[in-house]
């Protein structure tokens, strides 16, 4: 862990000891078994089993939950705090399906570090690649898990290249496995020269001299030990040296192998974040630069989710908090409205369960009750005038107007349709033409929710069309008479979304193109950071 000095306050050396961090993963990979045996070692044994419950427990949840029960697959993302060697980790969850959502994007704005969750016999997939993107966007440092390796898989180096070309990342094998698929003997650690044997404890693995070391052949037999030392010389010719500078910029990752189903390299990589991956870093807002350790509170709302139980029907926001302290019964300013939003009871998420949180430091993520006044994007703070930038809103590659079944119910789809665009559910567009709004959202799976929520929480049954926009931009411009120049000559094909920032619509990508040569004064962005 990085040193303190001994004069550091309780607020940085709180900060100090934690690890906010997320799985990104292909679908199948094995990040909920990941997680699973991720919460079993930090002490949390009662939880076992709880990420996957499918039973009666869960099903007392809010109903629009019932499409992630259908589906078998996890729409809500959560939060999970557990403790190892005085090292707090808090592990944002990101919803698991190969469809994409803004959630996913934003919790990403919310972590100091990612786990790579690779399938060994697969490798690089689609989603891994996707998610990688929005690690590389925001520098985040990536730690990689090579799971399934006691399953046929592919060869390690292999595997190492493909990371390393793919993602244009260079790689550091931290762990490197000992005989391959039923024949998996455990992994030797390069830097500790250690051998781990599969289904052992940490604590037994065998420290030795080096891959050559003469006792090896009696621990894994002589075919074993022999591959192992010419692997091992190999690996560490041929690949980078873990290097912590580059890997917190986000230039390296270590590589780690194991097998979550058979809890194996689960100690190992969690050791290697608790040493590697960086505490709450400084965050830069508006006016200046948030220290982690300073004693004033800030955080900034990643999400914000109606109607998580039956029980409490409010809504949570979710706020990660960058500096400070956070007391139960605070009151915080929405920097935004320069409203008092009183915290009288934080929520800690853990493993799904609600706790009351009694305090929270930076790193930590705490779920704030309210009505609808905190937004996602919004900073909060004990009064300065500050805002965290980054909690991004992307242009939704599937626009949609809604059909209602029932005319009647108009009104009452308008206030859900801005209630839910509040929430981040959904993005709505106002065509300026005056005709009806138009719904957009990034993957398919979005719009379910929308149409579930809607019937479910609103009695507003609907379903969506067509319309003849593709896709759709943020104007922007130094030049504001140009905006309107633009709006003007373009009112059938111009908006403004649901924060009353102008966006254009196309009809097909080649209009996107021919209005950026002929506007070459104004940018037309896929990527809006919130206020
Ligand atoms: P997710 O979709 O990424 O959450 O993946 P899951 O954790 O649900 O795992 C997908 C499948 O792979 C399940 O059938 C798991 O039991 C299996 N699995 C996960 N990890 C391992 C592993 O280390 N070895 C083997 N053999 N199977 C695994």
């Not at 990371?163 to 455990?186: H, M, N, Q, Y």
């Not at 039956?310 to 990660?320: C, T, W």
């Not at 206030?415 to 839910?420: F, R």
């Amino acid at each position: 862990m990085d040193a303190l000095p001994p004069e550091a306050s309780d607020v940085a050396r709180e900060a100090a000891r934690r690890r906010s961090f997320a799985i990104i993963a292909h679908p199948d990979a094995g990040k909920t078994t990941l997680t699973e045996k991720l919460l079993l070692r930090g002490g949390a044994i009662q939880l076992a089993g709880a990420v996957r419950a499918k039973g009666n427990a869960r099903r007392t949840r809010s109903d629009w939950m019932k499409i992630e029960q259908d589906r078998g697959i996890s729409v809500a993302t959560s939060v999970m705090t557990f403790e190892r060697d005085n090292v707090v980790f808090n592990l944002l969850d990101t919803p698991g399906h190969e469809d994409f959502s803004e959630d996913t994007y934003r919790t990403l704005t919310a972590v100091d570090a990612a786990v790579m969750v690779l399938d060994a016999a697969k490798g690089i997939e689609s989603q891994t690649r996707k998610l990688f993107e929005v690690c590389r966007l925001r520098d985040i440092p990536i730690v990689t898990f090579i799971n399934k390796m006691d399953r046929e898989a592919r060869d390690p180096f292999e595997l190492m290249d493909e990371i390393e070309k793919t993602l244009a990342l260079d790689v550091a094998p931290i762990a490197w496995p000992v005989g391959r698929a039923s024949e998996f003997a455990g992994t030797y650690d390069l830097r500790e020269k250690r051998f781990l044997p599969v289904d052992a404890t940490d604590a037994d693995a065998v420290p030795l001299d080096g891959p050559n070391d003469a006792r090896l052949p009696a621990l894994v037999g002589e075919a074993r030990a022999a591959a192992l030392a010419e692997e091992a010389e190999l690996a560490l010719a041929g690949f980078a040296e873990f290097d912590l500078a580059a890997f917190r910029q986000g230039t390296l990752t270590p590589v780690f192998f194991g097998s979550a189903l058979r809890d194996f390299g689960v100690g190992h990589l969690l050791d290697g974040l608790a040493r590697y991956a960086p505490p709450p870093r400084a965050r830069p807002a508006d006016a200046r630069t948030v220290e982690p350790g300073e004693p004033a509170l800030t955080g900034f709302v990643f999400k914000v989710q109606a109607n998580m139980d039956p029980n409490h029907r409010d809504r949570v926001a979710f706020v990660r908090l960058c500096s400070g302290k956070l007391i139960k019964g605070m009151r915080l300013k929405q920097v935004r409205t320069g409203k008092q939003v009183p915290v009288n009871a934080p929520l800690f998420f853990f493993a799904k369960e609600r706790q009351v949180a009694e305090e929270a430091w930076p790193g930590d993520v705490v779920g704030v009750a309210n009505h609808g006044t905190l937004r996602i994007g919004d900073t909060l703070t004990e009064g300065e005038a500050i805002n965290f930038r980054g909690v991004p809103s992307f242009a939704p590659e599937i626009l949609r107007s809604v059909r209602l079944e029932d005319p009647m119910l108009a009104k009452k789809l308008k206030t859900a349709l801005s209630q839910l665009a509040e929430e981040g559910v959904v993005q709505l567009f106002r065509p300026f033409d005056g005709s009806p709004p138009v719904v957009g959202v990034v993957g398919q799976l979005q719009l379910d929710v929308l149409q579930s929520r809607l019937k479910v929480e609103y009695g507003v049954p609907a379903g969506f069309d067509a319309t003849q926009w593709q896709m759709m931009r943020w104007i922007a411009g130094e030049d504001r008479t140009a905006i309107e120049r633009y709006l003007d000559a373009n009112r059938r094909d111009t908006a403004e979304d649901h924060d009353g920032e102008v966006v254009a619509l196309f009809g097909s990508d080649w209009r996107r193109k021919r209005a950026e040569e002929e506007w070459p004064m104004l940018q037309f962005h896929a990527v809006r950071e919130q206020h």
